[in-house]
């Protein structure tokens, strides 16, 4: 049972242009959404997150959009740039509760060049 | 300050030995998350420790993984007589205060099975 979901398991962006990835998750008890970025070999880095007391969060070129009641987000990457190219994962938790994240599958960002 | 270490970064076994895969935290974190991630999916919660205490371990398969976080020294994941199944990427992650936004990820380790 997934309970975050990435839909598009690659994206293909040009340089400069915007980049949209979604999410989608089930669980409603969750109240606190990240998204980690992680190159080949390496373990997922920590990007950005949003509380569900929020519709909007935003750090430099990366802004998460979170709609409740779809139970969606997107992170937006404005302009994109060639090190932009990684694997971004959805994932969510219950903020009070002190163990795991939930994690999507990912999405393979491709910036073209 | 050096970040999560994982070791080995890749290791190969044989179906139906035992493989040991290393966590050394950061310093001052003393709460230790492991994560599997099979080809082609996100990462997955296994268990939660901190020192001497496994906290939540919902994740780890019924048999043949244990996982440890002694007093002293890295936490261990421990998967006995492996099967190719076992074969994915396993990241530990640590915290200091046991609150998921503080996780730090090591690089992971890649473990293969012949």
């Known amino acids: 049972d997934q309970q975050v979901k990435q839909n598009s398991p690659s994206l293909s962006v040009q340089e400069g242009r915007i980049s949209i990835l979604n999410c989608d998750y089930t669980?409603?008890?969750?109240?606190?959404f990240l998204w980690y970025k992680k190159y080949p070999a390496e373990g997922p880095t920590f990007l950005i997150s949003?509380?569900?007391?929020?519709d909007k969060n935003e750090d430099g070129r990366f802004t998460v959009f979170l709609n409740k009641s779809a139970k969606h987000l997107s992170l937006h990457i404005v302009p994109s740039q060639p090190g932009d190219s990684a694997v971004y994962f959805c994932?969510?938790?219950?903020?009070?509760?002190?163990?795991?994240?939930?994690f999507g599958k990912g999405t393979r960002l491709h910036i073209l060049p | 300050n050096a970040g999560v270490m994982q070791n080995p970064r890749h290791l190969v076994r044989r179906r139906g030995q035992e493989a040991r895969l290393r966590c050394s935290p950061m310093k001052g974190h003393s709460h230790v998350y492991w994560y599997r991630q099979l080809p082609e999916e996100g990462l997955k919660f296994m268990v939660y420790l901190q020192k001497e205490n496994i906290i939540d371990e919902s994740g780890m398969p019924k048999e043949r993984f244990s996982a440890e976080f002694p007093k002293e020294g890295p936490s261990i994941l421990r998967i006995q007589q492996v099967v190719r199944g076992d074969s994915a990427a396993y990241f530990c992650?640590?915290?200091?205060?046991?609150?998921?936004?503080?996780?730090?990820f090591g690089d992971g380790t890649r473990l293969s099975i012949l």
């Open positions: 994932a969510a938790c219950v903020e009070n509760r002190d163990d795991k994240i939930i």
């Open positions: 949003i509380s569900s007391i929020k």
């Open positions: 992650a640590s915290s200091p205060t046991g609150r998921v936004l503080a996780q730090h």
């Open positions: 669980n409603s008890m969750f109240d606190y």
